[in-house]
């Protein structure tokens, strides 16, 4: 094993650490030398550096319930609620359920629980992490960052959408902006626009006056959408200008945001308790109206019966494959942070379980009252359901509205609909700005660590400005490069690869596996073992090599196709991150001295700045299985520590 020091790295074995521990009786420091050393670390002036490594620093959940709840916001967010459906419903719906549950069973849970445990077990998140199990890997951790860095950038605009239509609930009482074509005559509704529903018949409208069929026609709802809200222009060509309502709703999204994440995650344990129950009260009185109209059970028949042929495609599988990834949360970092709040022995196979339970549900919870208003959508106009609107981002904001104006009173409920979708997604949102913070200070502690609050709202301002193009009026076009390219799709594959390669082959699944054990205080299943070192990769690989054998270009909607130079675009957007695994790798065996094969061996050699409840758990392991000579004998490479440092710091930790 390598114990790192100020100066060098050293070759020792652990039996180092456990003979020194035994040498100072793990009785070192008094309360108050303990005291007065903790506010030696804890000062903003000289010796800061070993303060910076301190675990305390990044403080801990209130409850293990904060963990399971935090979790919970995180991966069940706008991701359910707004990207399931529409995924599901612009690749066959049945169809894309397959790959989805494939990718569920053998990567979706196993690496969840994989990501929660190493964050929760080095105490760390973020770029760090990856880095220090597999340090030729430290790419992935970059490419990680840069990931959550585009999704964030990009993810906020769901927001201000949300909010925009949120502050129109008031606009028009007692009635909604979008209730009814004539309401838009003079600005947003054209003669397309006619209301199944409405007061006008279809003989007298605009639409049959010009000779358009039922079918061709374009709902209040629908026009209000995208002739309003987003002001869509032909194509990314066109990219018009900056929407000036758009644009004060994504800086008052940027603001709430900020407010929460200022002081770290962990203070806002409280927040996510009522954020991440609220959504579901909301959703169950909206399904259980959706379920009521007619139609409905056409639109749930549409959603669970797959369209074979459809499985040919590429695009069903990479959009199956990695929804999982990107609604657990898998492969950004996420977790790790989420993780590295929890103390040492919290059981964090039992919530990844329950979380991964309780997202999945959500994704089918909310695509079921989605399906039933497409069904009953579709009923109304007399078309098939694949046929009823435009498939694209956009789709729950062509539902949801339409579901409201069912049930009376409208107005309160369409609040309460928006409350929820801006709940879900600045869940998500601050999550993931934490999760991009975290994995920044962690790697620069000495410098950012101090100014924590100044670089987050440095950070902030940066991202709202790059969240600027998606808020013209060919902005949606270029979101939805975003949403397929920057944090989903193939770069997310890629990452989520190489960091399950950096920590089951090259640290080692059955080391992590005894490290679990230490945690939890038992054996995991070994079914976790066979994923981590089998099924996910082989997956992951099938599904990269079946993208680009049956590569499509992407298109928005049904029609639009992007140029050339559109889909270059998303291309660039996608190496952003993942270029940084190949990339580190090649830059770690020029830098690192010494010949090849001792840089490669030192690459692939863990490095791991541990927890002192590690070293207290293996300790406590090694008294339990063996004795003190056998003990000495055994070099487990798990821990690459500064002997004296971490020695003290576990016996502070058993005083405690």
Same mark, same amino acid.
């Given at each position: 094993?390598?114990?790192?020091?100020?100066?060098?790295?050293?070759?020792?074995?652990?039996?180092?650490?456990?003979?020194?521990?035994?040498?100072?009786?793990?009785?070192?420091?008094?309360?108050?030398?303990?005291?007065?050393?903790?506010?030696?670390?804890?000062?903003?002036?000289?010796?800061?550096?070993?303060?910076?490594?301190?675990?305390?620093?990044?403080?801990?959940?209130?409850? #293990?319930?904060?963990?399971?709840?935090?979790?919970?916001?995180?991966?069940?967010?706008?991701?359910?609620?707004?990207?399931?459906?529409?995924?599901?419903?612009?690749?066959?719906?049945?169809?894309?359920?397959?790959?989805?549950?494939?990718?569920?069973?053998?990567?979706?849970?196993?690496?969840?629980?994989?990501?929660?445990?190493?964050?929760?077990?080095?105490?760390?998140?973020?770029?760090?992490?990856?880095?220090?199990?597999?340090?030729?890997?430290?790419?992935?951790?970059?490419?990680?960052?840069?990931?959550?860095?585009?999704?964030?950038?990009?993810?906020?605009?769901?927001?201000?959408?949300?909010?925009?239509?949120?502050?129109?609930?008031?606009?028009?009482?007692?009635?909604?902006?979008?209730?009814?074509?004539?309401?838009?005559?003079?600005?947003?509704?054209?003669?397309?626009?006619?209301?199944?529903?409405?007061?006008?018949?279809?003989?007298?409208?605009?639409?049959?006056?010009?000779?358009?069929?039922?079918?061709?026609?374009?709902?209040?709802?629908?026009?209000?959408?995208?002739?309003?809200?987003?002001?869509?222009?032909?194509?990314?060509?066109? $990219?018009?200008?900056? #929407?000036?309502?758009?644009?004060?709703?994504?800086?008052?999204?940027?603001?709430? $945001?900020?407010?929460?994440?200022?002081?770290?995650?962990?203070?806002?344990?409280?927040?996510?308790?009522?954020?991440?129950?609220?959504?579901?009260?909301?959703?169950?009185?909206?399904?259980?109206?959706?379920?009521?109209?007619?139609?409905?059970?056409?639109?749930?028949?549409?959603?669970?019966?797959?369209?074979?042929?459809?499985?040919?495609?590429?695009?069903?599988?990479?959009?199956?494959?990695?929804?999982?990834?990107?609604?657990?949360?898998?492969?950004?970092?996420?977790?790790?942070?989420?993780?590295?709040?929890?103390?040492?022995?919290?059981?964090?196979?039992?919530?990844?379980?329950?979380?991964?339970?309780?997202?999945?549900?959500?994704?089918?919870?909310?695509?079921?009252?989605?399906?039933?208003?497409?069904?009953?959508?579709?009923?109304?106009?007399?078309?098939?359901?694949?046929?009823?609107?435009?498939?694209?981002?956009?789709?729950?904001?062509?539902?949801?509205?339409?579901?409201?104006?069912?049930?009376?009173?409208?107005?309160?409920?369409?609040?309460?609909?928006?409350?929820?979708?801006?709940?879900?997604?600045?869940?998500?949102?601050?999550?993931?700005?934490?999760?991009?913070?975290?994995?920044?200070?962690?790697?620069?502690?000495?410098?950012?660590?101090?100014?924590?609050?100044?670089?987050?709202?440095?950070?902030?301002?940066?991202?709202?400005?790059?969240?600027?193009?998606?808020?013209?009026?060919?902005?949606?076009?270029?979101?939805?490069?975003?949403?397929?390219?920057?944090?989903?799709?193939?770069?997310?594959?890629?990452?989520?690869?190489?960091?399950?390669?950096?920590?089951?082959?090259?640290?080692?699944?059955?080391?992590?596996?005894?490290?679990?054990?230490?945690?939890?205080?038992?054996?995991?299943?070994?079914?976790?073992?066979?994923?981590?070192?089998?099924?996910?990769?082989?997956?992951?690989?099938?599904?990269?090599?079946?993208?680009?054998?049956?590569?499509?270009?992407?298109?928005?909607?049904?029609?639009?196709?992007?140029?050339?130079?559109?889909?270059?675009?998303?291309?660039?957007?996608?190496?952003?991150?993942?270029?940084?695994?190949?990339?580190?790798?090649?830059?770690?065996?020029?830098?690192?001295?010494?010949?090849?094969?001792?840089?490669?061996?030192?690459?692939?050699?863990?490095?791991?700045?541990?927890?002192?409840?590690?070293?207290?758990?293996?300790?406590?392991?090694?008294?339990?299985?063996?004795?003190?000579?056998?003990?000495?004998?055994?070099?487990?490479?798990?821990?690459?520590?500064?002997?004296?440092?971490?020695?003290?710091?576990?016996?502070?930790?058993?005083?405690?």
């Amino acid at each position: 094993m390598v114990v790192t020091t100020d100066k060098e790295v050293l070759t020792k074995p652990f039996n180092f650490i456990v003979k020194k521990a035994k040498e100072t009786g793990i009785s070192g420091k008094t309360s108050s030398e303990a005291e007065a050393g903790s506010g030696e670390t804890s000062g903003g002036g000289g010796g800061g550096e070993k303060g910076a490594g301190s675990g305390n620093e990044r403080g801990e959940w209130s409850s #293990q319930w904060d963990f399971a709840m935090s979790c919970i916001a995180y991966a069940v967010g706008l991701g359910n609620v707004w990207r399931f459906p529409y995924l599901c419903f612009s690749n066959g719906g049945g169809a894309f359920l397959i790959p989805y549950f494939f990718s569920m069973i053998i990567c979706g849970i196993p690496l969840f629980f994989l990501e929660v445990s190493v964050g929760q077990y080095l105490g760390v998140g973020g770029m760090s992490v990856v880095g220090q199990l597999c340090p030729i890997f430290k790419g992935v951790g970059y490419s990680a960052i840069m990931m959550v860095f585009l999704e964030n950038v990009y993810y906020i605009i769901v927001v201000t959408w949300t909010l925009y239509y949120l502050f129109n609930v008031f606009v028009d009482m007692p009635s909604l902006p979008w209730s009814d074509c004539s309401k838009g005559e003079s600005s947003w509704a054209d003669e397309k626009c006619w209301n199944p529903d409405g007061h006008v018949p279809f003989n007298d409208s605009k639409a049959f006056e010009i000779g358009l069929a039922k079918n061709e026609t374009q709902s209040s709802v629908e026009q209000f959408w995208n002739n309003q809200a987003l002001g869509i222009s032909e194509g990314i060509l066109h $990219v018009g200008g900056v #929407q000036p309502h758009l644009l004060a709703c994504l800086c008052i999204a940027w603001a709430v $945001v900020y407010l929460v994440v200022w002081k770290g995650l962990h203070n806002s344990g409280k927040v996510l308790w009522f954020s991440a129950i609220f959504p579901y009260v909301i959703l169950s009185i909206l399904c259980v109206k959706a379920l009521t109209l007619d139609g409905a059970m056409d639109g749930l028949y549409f959603l669970f019966t797959p369209q074979w042929d459809r499985l040919m495609e590429s695009k069903v599988w990479i959009d199956g494959g990695t929804q999982i990834f990107f609604s657990y949360g898998v492969g950004i970092g996420a977790l790790l942070a989420l993780g590295s709040y929890n103390k040492f022995h919290h059981n964090c196979h039992r919530d990844a379980i329950f979380v991964c339970c309780i997202n999945t549900f959500t994704s089918f919870f909310s695509a079921t009252v989605i399906f039933s208003i497409l069904g009953f959508m579709a009923k109304q106009k007399g078309v098939a359901v694949q046929d009823v609107v435009q498939s694209g981002p956009g789709l729950a904001f062509l539902v949801y509205p339409e579901v409201v104006l069912q049930i009376a009173p409208s107005p309160l409920w369409a609040f309460l609909f928006f409350i929820m979708l801006l709940t879900l997604g600045i869940d998500s949102q601050f999550c993931g700005v934490e999760s991009l913070m975290t994995g920044l200070v962690d790697n620069w502690p000495h410098v950012l660590q101090p100014h924590r609050k100044k670089f987050t709202l440095a950070m902030v301002i940066f991202m709202l400005i790059l969240g600027i193009p998606m808020i013209t009026n060919g902005g949606v076009y270029l979101f939805y490069l975003m949403d397929f390219y920057a944090a989903s799709g193939m770069s997310l594959l890629w990452c989520v690869f190489f960091q399950t390669i950096a920590i089951a082959w090259i640290f080692g699944a059955k080391k992590f596996y005894l490290c679990i054990e230490h945690m939890i205080g038992y054996k995991v299943n070994w079914y976790w073992y066979v994923c981590w070192v089998l099924l996910a990769p082989a997956f992951m690989l099938f599904i990269f090599v079946f993208y680009f054998i049956k590569y499509k270009p992407i298109t928005y909607g049904d029609s639009y196709e992007y140029p050339p130079w559109g889909e270059a675009i998303g291309f660039m957007i996608s190496l952003s991150s993942m270029l940084w695994v190949p990339g580190y790798a090649v830059y770690y065996l020029l830098s690192t001295p010494g010949t090849w094969r001792e840089v490669l061996a030192k690459g692939i050699t863990p490095v791991i700045n541990a927890r002192p409840e590690a070293i207290q758990a293996e300790l406590k392991y090694r008294e339990a299985t063996m004795d003190s000579k056998a003990a000495e004998a055994r070099d487990v490479e798990m821990l690459l520590v500064q002997p004296d440092e971490q020695v003290q710091a576990c016996t502070d930790v058993q005083q405690s």
